[in-house]
């Protein structure tokens, strides 16, 4: 074996690789996964839409680049997105977080889904006040596109394509734990 001619690991040159097996071992571990933790729990908490910009931002100063439904270069929903109505994120039951975070995917569920995700249901305990949240969201429901032409307790009645349709869109409002949902 050749001897080396940088005699010591402390010698040897470090062009941005490791300079050998020793300087691999001092690599240190985490030492607190609190940050991470942190991170993970900020990251659940988010909506679809803002998840999508979060990843988006995130992405756009790695100069990697996403696609324009992920960024929402296609266009908005007309709601307000980035207000957040009440403490605790709603439940999606029966929502593809894929089609809501899509805003060109514009069936009138996913339209419905991008606005109410905005909306708690913390305030929701029985048919009236599920009615009452439901009365307030119809400015934004028909900014998104949909025509509320009624709203009964837990459903609304829209107009599909000249049809008049009922859609039940909370479940359990009486049962405490009430989600969002589309149920024709």
């Keep these: ?23 691999m071992m001092s690599i240190n571990p985490l030492q607190s996964t609190s940050t991470l933790n942190d991170l993970a729990s900020a990251l659940v908490a988010l909506t679809t839409e803002e998840f999508t910009q979060f990843l988006s931002t995130m992405l756009g100063s790695t100069g990697l680049s996403t696609p324009a439904s992920a960024t929402g270069a296609t ?55 599920a009615q009452a949240l439901l009365t307030t969201m119809k400015p934004d429901l ?22 008049e349709t009922w859609i039940d869109v909370i479940r359990g409002s009486k049962s405490g734990s009430p989600a969002w949902q589309w149920l024709v």
Excluded at 1 to 20: I, L, T
Excluded at 90 to 117: E, I, N, S, W
Excluded at 148 to 155: E, H, P, Q, R
Aim: proline share 4%.
């Design 75 to 129: 266009g908005t929903t007309g709601t307000s997105a980035t207000t957040f109505h009440g403490t605790t994120r709603p439940t999606m039951a029966g929502f593809d977080a894929g089609k809501l975070a899509d805003v060109t995917h514009t069936t009138m569920k996913y339209k419905f889904g991008r606005v109410a995700q905005q909306y708690s249901l913390e305030s929701v305990n029985d048919k009236t006040s």
């Design 142 to 163: 028909e900014a998104a596109g949909l025509q509320v032409l009624a709203v009964d307790g837990d459903s609304i009645k829209v107009n599909d394509n000249g049809q």
């Design 1 to 23: 074996m050749p001897a080396d001619p940088w005699g010591s690991v402390a010698e040897r040159p470090f062009s941005g690789g490791f300079a050998g097996v020793e300087d």
